[in-house]
């Protein structure tokens, strides 16, 4: 996967402009609230959110912990141009980095986070680019540093793998169907961090949105 082969934000079949009011779907201000109450930043702490997006993490934890230092990273210029209007609407200031996921380590350093998150990318993601990603964050976090991931979970009941078929649609079956079976807590612990539990389950409108914490040793 490179710059040029990523699914968008809306998925494939919507622009960029879609993506907030179809995130709205998915209870975001339930999640995101408590994506933020996991994260907790302080003053002086680095918080790298990969696959930022339309911004919407980003703002809510720099208007969170001003005094933290928080750096969206997406491979879209639409997605983070439309962020940038938001966090200046907001009167926020993240830090914006154009590139992928898989090379977050190289564009914000190496074991410098001290927070690495990721929000609904990891289901759009073939197996192979889930592995590649979840071993940059691994690398870019410090050591003791900590990883919060919102994304797609186990689909555990017929009505969330019913509601679940509206991911897959726009995202694709092959790469969303890991998630829905689970996959997730496993390749965390595979690329190297320990503690990895899901610690939140939120039932949407379209399946069930899991948050995962883990730290690197």
Same mark, same amino acid.
């Given at each position: /996967? %490179?710059?040029?082969? &990523? ?5 494939? &079949? @919507? ?8 995130? @709205? !779907? ?5 999640? +995101? *609230? !408590? ?9 002086? #702490?680095v ?5 930022c997006?339309?911004?919407? !993490? ?14 969206g990273? #997406? ?13 200046a ?6 830090e ?13 350093? @190496? ?7 990721? *929000? ?19 690398? %870019?976090?410090?050591?003791g540093?900590?990883?919060?991931? =919102? #994304? ?6 017929? =009505? /969330?793998?019913?509601?679940?078929? &509206? ?8 790469? %969303?169907?890991?998630?829905? #079976?689970?996959?997730?807590? +496993?390749?965390? =612990?595979?690329?190297g ?5 899901? *610690? ?5 409108? %379209?399946?069930s949105? *899991? ?7």
């Amino acid at each position: /996967m %490179t710059e040029r082969s &990523f699914t968008p934000a809306a998925g494939r &079949f @919507a622009p960029v402009r879609f993506y907030d009011p179809v995130v @709205a !779907l998915t209870r975001e201000r339930l999640w +995101r *609230s !408590l994506v933020a109450m996991h994260i907790a930043p302080r003053p002086e #702490d680095v918080v790298v959110d990969v696959g930022c997006g339309t911004g919407s !993490l980003a703002v809510l934890l720099n208007r969170v912990e001003p005094r933290a230092t928080v750096i969206g990273v #997406d491979p879209d210029p639409e997605a983070l141009a439309v962020a940038r209007r938001k966090a200046a609407a907001a009167g926020a200031t993240p830090e914006w980095r154009l590139g992928m996921g898989d090379a977050v380590a190289g564009i914000v350093g @190496a074991g410098t986070a001290d927070t690495v998150v990721s *929000s609904l990318v990891l289901h759009q993601c073939p197996v192979p680019m889930k592995r590649a990603v979840l071993t940059a964050m691994h690398e %870019t976090l410090r050591p003791g540093g900590k990883l919060v991931i =919102a #994304d797609y979970g186990r689909q555990r009941t017929a =009505a /969330m793998r019913l509601a679940f078929r &509206f991911v897959q649609l726009a995202d694709g079956k092959a790469d %969303t169907q890991p998630n829905a #079976d689970g996959i997730l807590p +496993r390749l965390i =612990a595979e690329a190297g961090f320990q503690d990895v539990r899901e *610690s939140e389950s939120v039932a949407t409108l %379209t399946g069930s949105l *899991s948050l995962y914490v883990a730290r690197r040793a």
